[in-house]
């Protein structure tokens, strides 16, 4: 019996989660940005500007879907020489409905864009006016509430945040992690974040991950740091519509790229199987040390040759398994982590 992994019937959308606009700090105007993620083959954006959720719903296209949602932080210091050094933590909120715009945990002080369009007190929010503390158990009432009022809760950016793994693995109402931010990957943080995704997994965290941009376009499109189309997430849906898209991130049927194109992934006689573009390789992470128990978790194509799949054996004790595809640039293709007490019973 084959079980698959990513679903047959419908289409992949590329979308970019994190953006930012002229609304908050981005140099491009939504209208703009809807334009540029089009002609780049785009087909859903989500522009989340710090602490101003608007629908942008009129920029809807035939062949491209705007999602609602905003950027929410809270920082362990207000000095302005201390900011850059100290932890924070940034949560992008996702709206299940497009019409959704009631703002959570609303703290004023936070509010520096929206302000100067609006008077931030009259905008649509849940709950009192209030003032954000940076403790774990402040950002769980924030992410819970998100949960409870119709969002999804993406933990953006880990290494960029400076918080440790004792302060991180302690947020609850998590939908997902950033396994990749390509704003801070061009400014000296690491490629990837998939060593702390791994943490919650092996955390017993049923996350999934995504691959982003968080682009602000402070340098042009064709500039070689631009923070556009380098990371994005393909989703797979029937419709390209706001139900089917958001139902397909919650579902995981989607999986995060720096690049590389993963083609399909199933689960056959306690083996998963690959199938993607051509790669350098594919490699299979699990919660323990897979090689060391007689299993080569590693596909390597041969000098100046490509692997275009591969196939592991997947056991009971793995806990849970991810597959990382990586083409001959080096950039990755990251599958979201599966459970095996989900897939093997």
Known sequence: MIRELLPEAGHFYKANLHCHSTMSDGKLTPEQLRDAYRAQGYSVLCITDHEYLLDHSNLNLPDFLMLTGYELYIKSSKDR???????????????????????????????????????????????????????????????????ENGFMVFYNHPSWNL?????????????????????????????????????????????????NDDN??????????????????????????????????????????????????????KQVHIECADAREICLVTVGRSASRGRVPRICAPKGQSVTEASFEIRPDDEYFRLEVIDHAGYKAFTNAYFTCDILG
């Open 163 to 211: 918080e440790s793994s004792a302060t991180y693995l302690q947020y609850e109402n998590l939908t997902g992690i950033e396994i990749y931010n390509n704003n801070n990957a061009n400014t000296g943080f690491p490629r990837d974040d998939a060593a702390v995704y791994d943490q919650f997994l092996r955390a017993g965290r049923h996350v999934v991950a995504t691959a």
């Open 216 to 269: 602000h376009n402070k340098r042009a499109l064709d500039d070689p740091l631009s923070d556009s189309f380098g990371g994005f997430n393909m989703i797979k849906a029937e419709r390209l519509d706001y139900a089917s898209i958001v139902a397909a991130i919650e579902a995981g049927a989607f999986y995060a790229s720096q690049g590389p194109e993963i083609k399909r992934l199933y689960v056959q006689d």
């Open 81 to 147: 020489e201390e900011a850059f050094h100290c932890p924070m933590v940034h949560l992008n909120l996702i709206a299940r409905e497009t019409s959704n715009v009631r703002l959570i945990c609303v703290d004023p002080e936070y509010m520096l864009y929206a302000c100067k369009y609006t008077d931030v007190t009259q905008l649509p929010r849940v709950g009192e006016l209030c003032h954000r503390h940076y403790s774990p158990s402040w950002i769980n009432r924030v992410t819970r509430e998100a949960q």
